[in-house]
Every structure is written in C-alpha cells, then in structure tokens.
C-alpha cells in the first residue's frame, strides 16, 4: 500500500509476535517428557491434552483482552499517532490461536517421528498466506493483510492436518479442545465492549475464567494440576538418556 501503512501493520506485529514466547517456551521444556513416553499411549495422551487446554485458554484469553484493550494498549506503547494500528491488532491477535496450536502439533509431531509432516502444512500456509494477501489487500488495505494472516494461521495451526491421517486425531483433539475458549472469548467481548476500555480491560480476565467454570472448561482443581505438571516437567527433565 504504501509505507505509513506498513509501519502500522508492523506495529501491530510486533506487539502480537511478543506472545508466542509462551508456547514455545512450554512445549520446549516438555519436549524431553514426551520424548521420554512416547511409547506410553495414556500418559503421553495426557500431557498433548493439558498442553491444548492450557495453551488454547491462555490464547483466547490473550484475544480477549488485547481486542479490548486494543486502543490503550496502542496508545502506550506507541502514541496517539499510531491509532491505525488499533483495528489491525485487535484482527492480528487472534492468529495467536493458529500459533500455538501449531506449537504444540510440531512438537508432538516431532516426537512421535512425524515431522516430514510440518513442512507440507507450513508451505500450505505460506500459499494460502499470499493468496489472500493479494486478493485482500488492494480492497482493505492493512486490515486485508491482518485478515490474511489470521486465515493462513488457522489453516497451518490446525485445519491442513485434518486432511492427513497421520495427524488428523492429533489436530482434532486440539479443535475440539479449543470451541469452549473460542466462545467464551466472544462472549466476553461482546459483552465488554459497551463499557469504558479501562473498564473492560479490568474485568476481562475475571469474566473470561468465570465463564470457563461455569462451563466446565477449567476447574478448580486445574490450579494443582499446572503445578503438579511443573513439578513433573523439573523432576522428569532431569533423566539422563540411555543410548
């Protein structure tokens, strides 16, 4: 489009690229337990499915309270003048949910031996990604390309290993896991928007969990599960390889 564009869009993506420090920073650290029980279907089913949970709630509450807070949190960090980059995050910051879906679908894969697989769903994504930019962006300009890349993120983060069935339970579990944090992610902000943003942004997160409860998505015992999950990845990371 044009250059003051682009500097809008990268503002916006430098504040949403900020947040996959967290998958990446869990996965890592559990890739030598899964690694370790592979071979132990019920274990390893365990821990693939508190990785989906915990990550996707972490991923849509992040949603939840950037797209609220979208104009203050561009007002902080940037200025005033860099107000066109408010629509363009509140848009961007749900590709966070392709992003750590993918996370944990790459390290799985990776342990389980399936890698030749990663490369087939990110060039899918990278096609799927310029396509759409092409198509949307001489119409809606930055807001096109942040479309784009939520798009192209959900396809590689999810969708595109469905189709291969290889991988296809691995990627449902992870959809299936994901609907309850998806609506109650909108159902929080639609509830919220009418409030004054400084408003909204305090009790996002207090509505978010609440809702999580009242649907059963997260319990109360969850709290010691990702404390005992902690322990297990200390305790379990300290094995030294037999070879």
């Known amino acids: 489009v044009d250059a003051r564009q682009l500097g809008y869009y990268v503002a916006a993506v ?18 030598p ?7 132990e279907k019920e ?15 972490l991923a849509f509450g992040i949603c939840t309270v950037v797209t609220l807070g979208s104009s203050t949190i561009i007002a ?5 003048q860099y107000s066109p980059s408010v629509p363009v995050i509140s848009i961007l910051i749900w590709s966070s949910f392709g992003v750590f879906l993918v996370v944990v679908i790459n390290v799985v894969l990776l342990v389980k031996g399936l890698q030749k697989f990663i490369p087939l769903s990110a060039s899918l994504g990278a096609v799927i990604n310029v396509v759409l930019n092409l198509l949307l962006i001489p119409k ?3 807001r096109g390309a942040a479309w784009a890349t939520v798009i192209s993120y959900s396809v590689v983060g ?20 994901s609907v309850f944090p998806f609506f109650t992610a909108l159902f929080c902000i639609i509830i919220l928007s009418p409030f004054p943003r400084p408003v909204s942004i305090a009790l996002a997160p207090a509505l ?6 009242i649907l059963k ?8 599960l990702i404390f005992d999950t902690i322990r297990s990845i200390r305790t379990e990371n300290n094995f030294k390889p037999t070879y």
Do not use: C, Q
């Not at 430098?14 to 890739?31: C, Y």
């Not at 902080?76 to 005033?80: D, F, V």
């Not at 969708?159 to 449902?172: D, E, G, K, Q, W």
């Open 158 to 177: 999810a969708f595109a290993f469905l189709f291969i069935p290889a991988t296809r339970s691995l990627a449902f579990k992870g959809i299936k896991i």
């Open 14 to 31: 430098n504040i949403v690229e900020l947040f996959s420090i967290f998958p990446v920073a869990l996965m890592f650290t559990m890739l």
């Open 43 to 57: 274990r390893l089913d365990h821990y693939i499915s508190l990785s989906f949970r915990y990550l996707t709630i």
């Open 217 to 224: 998505a997260w319990k109360g015992n969850d709290y010691r």
């Open 208 to 213: 978010y969990m609440v809702a999580l409860f």
């Open 140 to 142: 809606w300009g930055i």
């Open 33 to 39: 337990i899964l690694a370790k029980i592979v071979l």
């Open 76 to 80: 902080l960090l940037y200025g005033r």
